[in-house]
């Protein structure tokens, strides 16, 4: 069974950073992409960034409104996803969730997902 | 690639039968995916492919489209089908969400 499980949300003030995680099971963790996408509360979805496997070489697409903030990363040894978030705003409020990607494919399952609240 | 959505919400009934329409700003081919979403829930894939049904999915949900309109259409509604409904390209990045459909009872 294919499991994702965020972890490292919580309250953070604007400027700061936070590191989030996502623990993978249940498939060949190195055979995917992983994606990061949020959910501000009461909000619709917004993708957030991918990360491609070892065969595309690691390589990286953000949206916009993150790019030179946040930084995916993985670690396929311990079939793992990350998020650095620097510099955090008000607006990077959400529901933040882990995903399971392809080339050419959409999302296909998603972890519970971890709330980060950027607040003073 | 910017994706329009509607309606933004729409009250039905069970049995009823539900389009809902996502239009994409550029042409997609047919990169486009359904996701179903219920409160305090992750998003569930339902259709992929534009008319491509998810393994599990119940066959009352159905897809159709290409190039720049899609439309997601649920035969007879079922109670446990009340929730939100998202569209998503996954042609060009950034990869891009429609604003999402709730159904409402």
């Known amino acids: 069974e294919v499991q994702l499980v965020e972890s490292g949300g919580g309250l953070v003030q604007p400027g700061g950073s936070l590191r989030l995680s996502c623990a993978a099971s249940?498939?060949?963790?190195?055979?995917?992409?992983m994606d990061w996408v949020r959910q501000a509360p009461g909000k619709g979805l917004e993708w957030v960034g991918r990360?491609?496997?070892?065969?595309?070489?690691?390589?990286?697409e953000y949206a916009a409104s993150v790019k030179g903030r946040f930084t995916v990363s993985r670690d396929d040894s311990e079939t793992s996803l990350y998020l650095q978030m620097n510099s955090l705003k008000t607006e990077d409020t959400a529901v933040y969730y882990c995903?399971?990607?392809?080339?050419?494919?959409?999302?296909?399952?998603w972890g519970l997902g971890t709330l980060v609240t950027v607040s003073s | 690639i910017r994706i329009t959505q509607s309606p933004s919400s729409f009250s039905a009934s069970t049995e009823d039968r539900v389009t809902i329409t996502c239009r994409a700003s550029?042409?997609?081919?047919?990169?486009l995916a359904w996701f179903q979403q219920k409160p305090g829930e992750a998003p569930k894939l339902l259709i992929y492919?534009?008319?491509t049904l998810q393994s599990g999915v119940p066959s009352r949900f159905s897809g159709s489209g290409s190039g720049t309109d899609f439309t997601l259409t649920i035969s007879r509604l079922q109670s446990e089908d009340f929730a939100t409904y998202y569209c998503?390209?996954?042609?060009?990045?950034?990869?891009?969400f429609g604003q999402g459909t709730r159904l409402e009872i």
């Open positions: 550029q042409g997609i081919s047919s990169y």
């Open positions: 990360i491609r496997k070892k065969a595309n070489s690691y390589t990286t």
């Open positions: 492919a534009a008319s």
């Open positions: 995903a399971r990607s392809e080339s050419y494919y959409p999302i296909d399952y």
């Open positions: 249940g498939f060949s963790f190195s055979d995917f992409y």
């Open positions: 998503q390209q996954y042609y060009d990045y950034p990869i891009t």
